[in-house]
């Protein structure tokens, strides 16, 4: 168990979905467009909350005490399973059905390659996935963090990229790929402690809806992403698909919860993450 609280120093950060309704909805027409809208910024939020909480569960399950804030019905294998050997591999098992404290029901594997310590510059984390599945809806791809120093504040800062990720539901499959950098605002005074670690996350994403509507998105208002939330906690979005409006996707004031409002041509939309 000590090895693995120290071992555990190596990964950390990421994201979750999360957001405050600040004002009432109002229900759009029922027209391709407005609908197109929703399903647009239903479906990003969906793949990028699920692309981020797979990076939580990796730290989670190897920052302090190891399983400490897992679910017992998880399993977390080093290879090799020592403190100076590099490069790593993770494997985290969730077998056929394992449901965790936030009420989802995870299965299969996130494997983690390190090529050295989470907090030394020019580490590089990566996911991938093997029969991964988030509330019955699978998970593939790749997602990548690197460790690109610390900035002019003094904060280590992490380029987080994913690759042809895919999510999967009953309407089809989400295509999703995004570049953000991540700032560690909070908690590296307590590195053992991952509880208290607070990123800001700035970037772009693109993809392309289970209907095949594509679509870009960049962050306009930096996301406030809290370890020990398991949705992102404020910041503000705006998504583009050609020749329709801009949709503004607000994730809150910081309360931690799993509602996010999106905007089109002044009519909004509540999403709620699954």
Known sequence: MKTQKIIGIIIS????MSAACKKDPVTPPINQPYTQASKVATENAYAEAAFSDAYRQVELAIRQNGLKYLSNCCTVT????DLGTWP??????FGTSCPGDDGVVRSGQILVHM?????????????TFNNYFVNGRQITGLERITNKGRNMAGNHTFMAEVE???LYSPDGVTVYNSIQEREWIEGEATLLEIMDDVYMVTGTASGTTSGGT???LVITTPLRVAVGCAWIQSGIVEITQTGLPVITLDYGNGACDNNAVATCSGYTFNIVMP
């Open 13 to 16: 950060g990421a994201l979750m």
């Open 164 to 166: 042809n990720g895919n």
């Open 214 to 216: 594509a679509y870009t």
């Open 115 to 127: 090529t050295k310590a989470y907090i030394d510059s020019g580490s590089v984390s990566t996911l």
């Open 88 to 93: 790593k591999d993770v494997v985290i098992d």
């Open 78 to 81: 080093f290879t090799p399973n």
